[in-house]
């Protein structure tokens, strides 16, 4: 098992992003739901950081040598779960038992399930975990990176600047932020709740290399996170400029798509704008 990066193309990419949407509206379709939107925004961000960035051994998930990945959103877990699937972290079959009872892919990562470095599911806790990771490697001079994927709604957690105040005073350069910047949480627009903007000069503030992309362009993607770290002694964030349930054209920019029970019907349409988009 290669110890670095798959070496996929960019349209292998493509069609795994894909079919990560597509797993995610069939877990979608368990009698509780799933957080569709959020995972939707964060699948290409995911595909790209699991199939060409992080340097991983499904088949030794311990590997003291691994990068460590934290999803601080972990209500997006069924991209996760997907991901790892197609790592082959799990088995493609576990993802049928998508939250049920006694499943171990419940709707917040569980840490007995191969590849989860933490439990996650509290907002505003993953940024300081993946510091703590960080600052132990930089202490020991163990080679492995700390990433994390924050959803912008919990920005507005003082835990999070807590721990960007931290990071940037270490000089934790060996850790990498990524913000799923869709724009919308449970209650709206962020904005209306409590406006983020100016995001970049905020985290410039606290000490971080920043760097905006577009979250659903996977060449660009590629590019941005082969170049990390180009700062010695300042953490990196990523503002990823996505969409919300991007990708199914019945959820793109909708509230309503942050939490769905996909029925029958709504599966079979969601499948189809999903397929429609990926012909064009």
């Given at each position: 098992?290669?110890?670095?990066?798959?070496?996929?193309?960019?349209?292998?990419?493509?069609?795994?992003?894909?079919?990560?949407?597509?797993?995610?509206?069939?877990?979608?379709?368990?009698?509780?739901?799933?957080?569709?939107?959020?995972?939707?925004?964060?699948?290409?961000?995911?595909?790209?950081?699991?199939?060409?960035?992080?340097?991983?051994?499904?088949?030794?998930?311990?590997?003291?040598?691994?990068?460590?990945?934290?999803?601080?959103?972990?209500?997006?877990?069924?991209?996760?779960?997907?991901?790892?699937?197609?790592?082959?972290?799990?088995?493609?079959?576990?993802?049928?038992?998508?939250?049920?009872?006694?499943?171990?892919?419940?709707?917040?990562?569980?840490?007995?399930?191969?590849?989860?470095?933490?439990?996650?599911?509290?907002?505003?806790?993953?940024?300081?975990?993946?510091?703590?990771?960080?600052?132990?490697?930089?202490?020991?001079?163990?080679?492995?990176?700390?990433?994390?994927?924050?959803?912008?709604?919990?920005?507005?957690?003082?835990?999070?600047?807590?721990?960007?105040?931290?990071?940037?005073?270490?000089?934790?350069?060996?850790?990498?932020?990524?913000?799923?910047?869709?724009?919308?949480?449970?209650?709206?627009?962020?904005?209306?709740?409590?406006?983020?903007?100016?995001?970049?000069?905020?985290?410039?503030?606290?000490?971080?290399?920043?760097?905006?992309?577009?979250?659903?362009?996977?060449?660009?993607?590629?590019?941005?996170?082969?170049?990390?770290?180009?700062?010695?002694?300042?953490?990196?964030?990523?503002?990823?400029q996505t969409v919300k349930g991007r990708g199914?054209?019945?959820?793109?920019?909708?509230?309503?798509?942050?939490?769905?029970?996909?029925?029958?019907?709504l599966f079979q349409r969601a499948t189809a704008?999903?397929?429609?988009?990926?012909?064009?």
């Open positions: 098992m290669s110890t670095a990066v798959t070496g996929t193309t960019t349209a292998e990419l493509a069609d795994l992003a894909h079919e990560v949407r597509a797993l995610v509206l069939g877990m979608g379709t368990n009698p509780n739901g799933t957080h569709v939107g959020g995972s939707l925004s964060a699948t290409d961000v995911l595909t790209v950081l699991y199939h060409d960035v992080l340097r991983l051994r499904p088949d030794e998930p311990e590997w003291p040598e691994r990068d460590w990945f934290v999803l601080s959103k972990g209500h997006a877990s069924a991209a996760l779960y997907a991901v790892l699937a197609q790592r082959g972290f799990i088995e493609r079959a576990e993802l049928d038992t998508y939250g049920m009872a006694g499943s171990r892919l419940a709707g917040h990562p569980l840490r007995r399930l191969p590849g989860v470095e933490f439990p996650t599911g509290s907002l505003g806790h993953g940024l300081s975990l993946a510091s703590g990771v960080a600052l132990a490697h930089q202490r020991s001079g163990a080679p492995g990176r700390a990433f994390v994927l924050l959803g912008d709604g919990e920005l507005q957690e003082g835990s999070v600047w807590e721990a960007a105040m931290t990071a940037g005073h270490y000089g934790l350069d060996n850790l990498v932020a990524v913000v799923d910047r869709n724009g919308l949480q449970i209650t709206g627009s962020t904005e209306e709740c409590v406006s983020l903007e100016p995001l970049a000069d905020r985290w410039r503030s606290f000490g971080w290399h920043t760097v905006t992309v577009d979250g659903h362009d996977l060449d660009a993607l590629r590019s941005t996170f082969a170049a990390l770290p180009d700062s010695a002694g300042r953490p990196t964030v990523v503002l990823a199914v054209p019945l959820f793109e920019g909708k509230r309503k798509s942050h939490s769905v029970q996909l029925s029958p019907r704008g999903l397929n429609a988009r990926r012909k064009r």
